[in-house]
């Protein structure tokens, strides 16, 4: 799940059993393309894994003793070391992933003292949460991406001496059962569902879900989309046909949008910057769903958000919504970059940071008073993580991999994204 809080769901959560109870590992579990299942997408960098569907039963990594580990740390009031990001977020911000999914299910959080064991043992598998990305298709190599996530990326990988994997990872099999039979088993207990990469619409599975929702009228889940808007087409099928059928506030669409132009480009590379954006402008105009630009922020992007929000707002896709009061210029989120940590805003110098935080702040007090909004939430956790100490040594990582993929890809990050110079100039580096 991408660190994202809804504004348009402002229930009331249920008060859980302990302060750091997460509804997720009562409803969820993550499936990644490689087989290997973590309890939440969030908790993916820690190499922390509830079980691999190659080796084991969907019931065996539902209480696998990772999974029993991390429900009984929550329940005895503990902040599980590989939920960090949210807690950390949380201190900041107020908002979570976790705060979201207590707030969305607050069935869930009633229903734990009844269900769970001093152990940690869940004795029901309701999986009302999918997140199930069963492969890493993927028509985009962005810098922040790898193997992992990205079949586009696999090439460079093994040129970089990164992996030798295949080019494709996928999951054949849930339960020694075709993937279509476990999800038709689950269908009746899905409340929401997040699709995501790879690049979603360009997966098989997905289309299948969208064809078994569509069959059975399960108009009432949630979706939400992570999407890098190259595609809307599958073959004959156009998901503008689908998404028309989900009644407004059911569906939400996040385009991964973390530049623009020709830096776009680069950082995402694989973008062809005006289909991205006719795209972007087309799905602003659909009644059926709400559109959330996504904007990762990393050491590539920090100093051109203003820049980024503003022309998003020029080409009508940041915009006042009038189905709801509570859209207005708002409808974005930022997620920070935190791994690689060769990318974290933290490998630009202290100086640059300093210009940096005056700029954003500047742009915040600019922005609210003239859209009558406020965005100060939005980029708390980015400026809060602006004050963080120069990083030399990921620096130092970040200028040798660049060079190495600059050269792989025959691209020139420092002509594109000149501000990238003030890390060079940090460390003495020359060309």
Not at 67 to 72: E, I, M, S, T, Y
Not at 157 to 186: C, H, M, P, R, Y
Not at 255 to 284: C, F, H, Y
Not at 350 to 371: G, P, Q
Request: proline residues 5%; negative net charge; contains cysteine.
């Amino acid at each position: 799940m991408s660190d994202k809080s809804n504004n348009d769901n402002k229930k009331e959560p249920v008060t859980p059993c302990s302060p750091t109870v997460c509804a997720v590992p009562w409803m969820h579990l993550a499936f990644e393309p490689s087989g290997q299942v973590v309890p939440c997408c969030l908790t993916s960098t820690h190499n922390y894994f509830s079980g691999n569907l190659k080796t084991m039963t969907i019931e065996e990594i539902w209480n696998s003793d990772n999974q029993k580990a991390l429900r009984k740390e929550m329940l005895e009031g503990k902040e599980p070391k590989i939920c960090s990001k949210c807690f950390d977020r949380e201190r900041v911000t107020g908002e979570s992933g976790r705060v979201f999914h207590n707030r969305d299910f607050p069935d869930v959080i009633e229903a734990i003292p009844n269900i769970t064991e001093p152990d940690g043992t869940c004795t029901t598998m309701d999986l009302k949460y999918w997140d199930f990305r069963f492969s890493n298709l993927c028509n985009f190599k962005c810098r922040s991406c790898g193997p992992r996530y990205s079949s586009a990326w696999v090439p460079d990988a093994k040129k970089l001496g990164f992996s030798d994997q295949e080019k494709v990872w996928s999951i054949d099999a849930v339960d020694d059962t075709t993937n279509f039979k476990f999800l038709d088993n689950q269908i009746d207990n899905v409340k929401r569902i997040y699709f995501a990469g790879g690049e979603p619409l360009l997966m098989p599975e997905h289309w299948q879900i969208l064809d078994m929702l569509v069959a059975k009228e399960r108009f009432d889940v949630k979706l939400s989309y992570n999407i890098n808007c190259s595609t809307l087409e599958y073959g004959k099928k156009n998901i503008v046909d689908y998404w028309s059928k989900w009644n407004f506030g059911k569906l939400e669409v996040w385009p991964s949008i973390d530049e623009i132009g020709q830096r776009a480009e680069l950082i995402r590379s694989g973008t062809v910057w005006p289909k991205v954006e006719e795209n972007l402008k087309m799905l602003s105009g659909l009644n059926s769903i709400i559109l959330r630009p996504g904007i990762t922020v990393g050491a590539f992007n920090v100093f051109r958000l203003p820049e980024i929000i503003t022309h998003l707002v020029d080409i009508g896709v940041v915009k006042k919504d009038p189905r709801t009061k509570r859209i207005s210029y708002n409808n974005f989120f930022i997620n920070l970059l935190e791994s690689p940590i060769y990318y974290h805003v933290n490998i630009l110098p202290d100086d640059f940071k300093e210009e940096i935080i005056i700029k954003l702040n500047n742009f915040i007090e600019e922005y609210n008073t003239k859209y009558n909004t406020d965005i100060s939430k939005l980029l708390a956790h980015i400026l809060h993580e602006l004050t963080k100490p120069f990083n030399e040594q990921a620096a130092k990582r970040f200028v040798k991999l660049t060079r190495s993929l600059d050269e792989i890809r025959n691209e020139n990050t420092y002509e594109t994204i000149p501000e990238l110079q003030r890390v060079k100039e940090a460390l003495n580096v020359q060309d």
